[in-house]
C-alpha cells in the first residue's frame, strides 16, 4: 500500500482512525505501517504505477548480460507528488535503463535535478580523476542510464536514484551514482530515448 499522497488523503485516514472503534494500540500499530517503504526487488524489464508511489526498489538483474528497462508512467496532475527510489544491489554487464512515460522530443516527460558521481578513490589532483562531480540532465534527456561498464557512466553497488513528480511534465531527480571509471565525465548518465 503506497504512503498517502497528499495532505488531504492523509486526513481522511486520520478521520476515520479516530472514529473506528480500534484499540489505540491498533490505531498506532496501523500508523506505524502507513509511514513503512515497501522494498521491492526489479529484476526485469518494468513498468510503474501510481500504486508503486513510496516504493524503494532494489535493481537486481535476473540476466547478468541484458538490459532491464523501467518506465514510468506518463505523467498528469494525479501523478504529481508521486516517488520512487532505486539502488542497485548488482550492477550486472548489462545495464539499467530508467525511462520517463511519454518520450515525445520537446513536448514530453522531463528530468530536472542532477546525479552526483564518483569514483570510489582518493581525488588526485594531478590527473584530474573524478572523486565527485555533477551532471545535470540536458532537454530532451529522457533516460537515466546505470550501466557499471560504460564509459562515462555509472552503475555501481550503491548508486540510488530518487525521483519525484513535480509537474505535468518533470520529474525531478537526486542520484548519487558510484562508478569505476576514474576520468569519468558523467555524460553517459542522462540521456535521449532514441
Given at each position: 500500500m503506497p504512503l498517502p499522497s497528499t495532505t488531504n488523503e492523509k486526513s481522511i485516514i486520520d478521520q476515520l482512525l479516530r472514529r473506528s472503534k480500534l484499540t489505540s494500540t491498533a490505531v498506532k500499530i496501523i500508523n506505524r505501517l502507513l509511514q513503512r517503504t515497501i522494498v521491492e526487488t526489479i529484476s526485469v524489464d518494468q513498468a510503474l504505477t501510481l500504486e508503486d508511489s513510496g516504493k524503494f526498489f532494489l535493481l537486481d538483474s535476473a540476466d547478468e548480460s541484458a538490459e532491464v528497462l523501467i518506465t514510468l508512467p506518463e505523467l498528469s496532475t494525479n501523478l504529481i507528488g508521486t516517488v520512487y527510489t532505486f539502488a542497485v544491489v548488482d550492477p550486472s554487464d548489462g545495464r539499467f535503463k530508467i525511462q520517463v512515460g511519454d518520450r515525445t522530443n520537446d513536448t514530453g516527460d522531463q528530468f530536472l535535478g542532477y546525479a552526483f558521481h564518483g569514483a570510489d578513490q582518493a581525488s588526485d589532483a594531478v590527473s584530474g580523476a573524478i572523486n565527485g562531480?555533477?551532471?545535470?540532465?540536458?532537454?530532451?534527456?529522457?533516460?537515466?542510464?546505470?550501466?557499471?561498464?560504460?564509459?562515462?557512466?555509472?552503475?555501481?553497488?550503491?548508486?540510488?536514484?530518487?525521483?519525484?513528480?513535480?509537474?505535468?511534465?518533470?520529474?525531478?531527480?537526486?542520484?548519487?551514482?558510484?562508478?569505476?571509471?576514474?576520468?569519468?565525465?558523467?555524460?553517459?548518465?542522462?540521456?535521449?530515448a532514441s
Open positions: 562531480r555533477i551532471t545535470v540532465p540536458a532537454n530532451n534527456n529522457q533516460c537515466i542510464v546505470l550501466d557499471a561498464n560504460a564509459g562515462n557512466g555509472g552503475g555501481e553497488g550503491g548508486t540510488t536514484v530518487k525521483l519525484t513528480a513535480i509537474s505535468t511534465t518533470q520529474w525531478y531527480c537526486e542520484a548519487i551514482i558510484f562508478t569505476d571509471d576514474t576520468n569519468s565525465s558523467g555524460a553517459g548518465i542522462f540521456q535521449n
